[in-house]
């Protein structure tokens, strides 16, 4: 019998445009990450696992406009590559709304345990010692600065995330854990953020040398 990756992952190699921080890596650990907390949630595989492998099939910048359209568009692909393999009908509006709701820039309210498991699924992939590693990728790519020389932590003035790496987890990483819906997805993201405080510090100490 075809597995799910066996069947969903040349969908999605017939479309997917990579970039730095959505690559097939992070589609594999997406995938995984889903189907743990669909396991422990009792979510319905039928529609978390396509609505995983696809989540990204569309591809839209970070610093984009059209950023948060970017689930929209992939729910739309989405739809009509799984309507070109004859998936099941019936799973097809939850898949959509599980892959539109998974998106921190569009703002959408989980209306499924599905698409909770998928949005906690997709934001712990930016948390931890693998959510560090991509905010610091993606900067380099927009060709932000590492951090501010005057300010690194963000103490006395606003964060800056279109100027400089770090402000990214004052701006939006350190917060994400009260997003979670999913009480496997918010253990998880706990413990994952706990473990970027514990990096943060470290480099604090690291740059105080430094001076």
Request: glycine share 6%; proline share 3%; charged share 25%.
């Amino acid at each position: 019998m075809m597995n799910d990756r066996e069947m969903f992952l040349p969908l999605l190699r017939q479309v997917m445009v990579e970039d730095a921080a959505h690559d097939l890596a992070h589609i594999e650990r997406v995938v995984a990450n889903a189907r743990r907390l669909a396991g422990t949630e009792g979510a319905e595989l039928g529609v978390v696992l396509p609505a995983a492998w696809l989540h990204d099939c569309v591809n839209v910048a970070k610093d984009s406009p059209l950023c948060s359209q970017g689930s929209r568009l992939s729910a739309d692909r989405a739809v009509v590559l799984l309507q070109q393999m004859a998936y099941p009908a019936r799973w097809l509006e939850a898949i959509h709304h599980a892959i539109c709701a998974h998106s921190f820039s569009a703002a959408i309210t989980p209306r499924t345990l599905e698409a909770a498991v998928l949005q906690d699924a997709d934001r712990l992939d930016a948390l931890g010692a693998i959510g560090i590693a991509r905010t610091f990728m993606v900067g380099g790519q927009l060709q932000r600065t590492l951090y501010s020389l005057d300010d690194p932590f963000c103490e006395e003035r606003e964060p800056d995330d279109h100027r400089f790496g770090l402000d990214h987890f004052h701006t939006k990483l350190l917060r994400l854990e009260q997003s979670f819906t999913t009480a496997a997805g918010r253990e998880e993201a706990q413990r994952r953020t706990a473990f970027m405080r514990q990096y943060l510090q470290q480099l604090r100490e690291e740059i105080a040398a430094e001076g």
